[in-house]
């Protein structure tokens, strides 16, 4: 497709059950993003992926979270034993641009942990 | 760490109003960027500003990047009801690899 794609849009699961969120960029786009946003609120950054180097981790709340980007293209990101602050929606973007370019953002997962 | 601060947080005003968000760095910045949120959407990716002094319209919008480049504004002028949502300044801090986003503004407005 033409727009970066998130899947799944919604996602409802149990305290403790783990998840994984699955992002694909627009095809070029080398740089990667993943952000959190909760209701009301602005974008947190979780981590960034650019090519072939060590993705910046530090935006990660715990380790519980962790994200991988295969063959330079999809992303997944998992977070283990989901607890019901880790409710939001999870937004991922890319750029062609790999130093602070123009972000193209997919609709977002939004999950819900009971 | 390294921050973007945006205000004001919430704007509410009358249709035809004008509307102004700030957005300031403590550091200096490569560039500023600019997104709108509708309601239930996603950022989309307004216009990016490189140079110290730089202005450019879009429209009813005007944007803006202070001389020092560390700060930046939004201007709407005549707002309508489809400039309702949450506007983010988004900045690259010099060195820095990624870009750092302020809290938004969210702008409501009354028909």
């Known amino acids: 497709g033409a727009g970066v794609s998130q899947s799944p849009s919604n996602k409802v699961t149990e305290k403790g059950k783990d998840v994984e969120l699955r992002c694909d960029p627009i095809s070029g786009h080398t740089a990667l993003y993943w952000y959190r946003q909760s209701l009301g609120q602005g974008l947190e950054f979780l981590i960034y992926?650019?090519?072939?180097?060590?993705?910046?981790k530090s935006g990660l709340p715990s380790d519980r979270f962790s994200a991988e980007r295969t063959g330079g293209s999809v992303s997944t990101l998992t977070i283990q034993r989901t607890q019901q602050e880790d409710s939001a929606v999870y937004l991922c973007?890319?750029?062609?641009?790999?130093?602070?370019?123009?972000?193209?953002f997919g609709d977002g997962t939004r999950l819900s942990i009971l | 760490g390294q921050q973007v601060m945006q205000i004001p947080q919430y704007q509410h005003v009358q249709e035809g109003e004008d509307f102004t968000t700030y957005c300031n760095s403590s550091t200096t910045l490569s560039n500023i960027q600019w997104y709108k949120q509708r309601p239930g959407g996603h950022p989309v990716f307004l216009i990016q500003l490189v140079k110290s002094g730089e202005v450019k319209k879009q429209k009813r919008l005007t944007f803006q990047f202070g001389e020092a480049k560390k700060n930046s504004s939004l201007h709407i002028t005549a707002t309508q009801t489809t400039d309702v949502g949450t506007y983010f300044c988004a900045g690259k801090i010099q060195g820095a690899q990624k870009l750092v986003f302020g809290q938004g503004t969210r702008l409501t407005i009354n028909p």
């Open positions: 973007a890319s750029s062609k641009d790999p130093v602070g370019g123009p972000q193209h």
């Open positions: 992926f650019q090519g072939n180097s060590a993705p910046d």
